[in-house]
């Protein structure tokens, strides 16, 4: 599967966009090259990967689409409740170290996203569906025509996820239509919309705004964030990252390892090192206790956060992760759902996978 990673390590030039290249030069200018908020974000957008023999494979972060008759393109599912619906492979710049980074380029048609709408309606188990991509954001009218088309045909969906880094990579793309687009359906939806900050610099004053009006309009919002090699790796930045993040009152979710893909070597910290963060930052007493998100992984068989008894062991340079999914019930909701060869059942139909650790 090839993508915009092999162009990157191949041309030695990633691509970004004006928003991204101004961010940077207001970094160097106001802070300096060996400041955090210069590497907060030259380390996300500007730094070339290694072309190296690595353990790191060509692939998907996981294999979760559904197959088979009368199901349509753009759909996949690990969970229960919820459905990812991948809209479009487009986003406003390319981060090097992102976990969709090998997906084949496509955009859905209209007839598609009214299969998909359709889909979801027809699913008794499904309350909720993730809108992702790519950067839904940056397609508002297929954003718009699907989630409309949901509130019409599917009556089940109670919550519809948006994840996107667009009001971070280049806020002046976003279009305001949105703000009354999503006030219309509050009483129908409740619509959370998930960003993904690595570092507080990119909290500029566009970008709080944008924020700011979506929270007016009724959207709920939250925030992911990914443990990288000299963006985020060390406590003062967290810190700062997530007292920023509470002071615009988006809710933590998960702070997740990289994860394991060609190109990511030198963003990858240690399984470890993630621990002994994530340890000190809810320990330190610097930061509210609302302000704390879960560890976790994005392991072949899905999210796991790392509690006391997740790690069960060791292969070489890979961690054993016990996991509560259990394949009975994969099957029950995505009848086409194969465990891959990382992962193997427990006696009591849990699954085990194998995880790829990083290096500090």
């Known amino acids: ?14 691509k970004t966009n004006r928003y991204v290249n101004e961010l940077l030069e207001k970094a160097r200018k106001d802070f300096g090259e060996d400041s955090s908020e210069y590497k907060g974000i030259y380390h996300q957008y500007f730094k070339i990967p290694r072309n190296t023999k690595s353990l790191l494979k060509n692939r998907r972060h996981y294999e979760a689409e559904v197959s088979g008759t009368g199901v349509p393109l753009g ?7 919820s459905v990812v619906i991948d809209l479009l492979s487009a986003c406003a710049a390319e981060c090097v170290y992102c976990l969709r980074g090998y997906y084949d380029k496509f955009v859905l048609s209209g007839d598609q996203i009214r299969d998909v709408a359709r889909y979801c309606g027809n699913d008794k188990f499904l309350q909720e569906v993730l809108i992702t991509g790519g950067d839904p954001m940056i397609a508002p009218s297929k954003l718009k025509l699907l989630i409309t088309e949901l509130a019409s045909v599917a009556p089940n969906i109670k919550i519809v996820r948006i994840g996107t880094r667009l009001p971070v990579q280049d806020p002046i793309m976003f279009d305001t239509s949105l703000f009354g687009f999503f006030e219309s359906l509050k009483k129908r939806f409740i619509i959370e919309i998930g960003i993904q900050v690595n570092h507080y610099f990119e909290l500029q004053d566009k970008t709080r705004e944008i924020i700011n009006r979506l929270q007016v309009a009724g959207c709920r919002m939250y925030c992911q964030n990914v443990i990288l090699k000299d963006v985020n790796d060390n406590l003062e930045a967290l810190v700062r990252l997530y007292d920023e993040i509470r002071y615009l009152g988006l809710s933590p979710h998960y702070l997740f390892h990289a994860v394991p893909m060609i190109g990511t070597d030198d963003f990858r910290t240690s399984v470890q090192k993630g621990l002994d963060l994530i340890k000190q930052l809810e320990s330190c007493g610097k930061i509210s206790g609302r302000a704390k998100p879960f560890y976790a992984l994005m392991t072949d068989v899905g999210k796991v956060i790392l509690y006391d008894g997740t790690i069960v062991g060791r292969q070489g340079n890979y961690i054993l992760v016990k996991t509560s999914y259990r394949l009975s019930d994969r099957l029950l909701w995505n009848p086409s759902y194969k465990l891959p060869a990382s992962a193997f059942l427990n006696d009591d139909d849990t699954i085990t996978v194998k995880y790829l650790d990083g290096n500090d």
């Open 1 to 14: 599967m090839a993508g915009f990673l092999d162009s990157i390590i191949k041309n030695q030039c990633c």
């Open 75 to 81: 759909i996949e599912r690990l969970y229960r409740r």
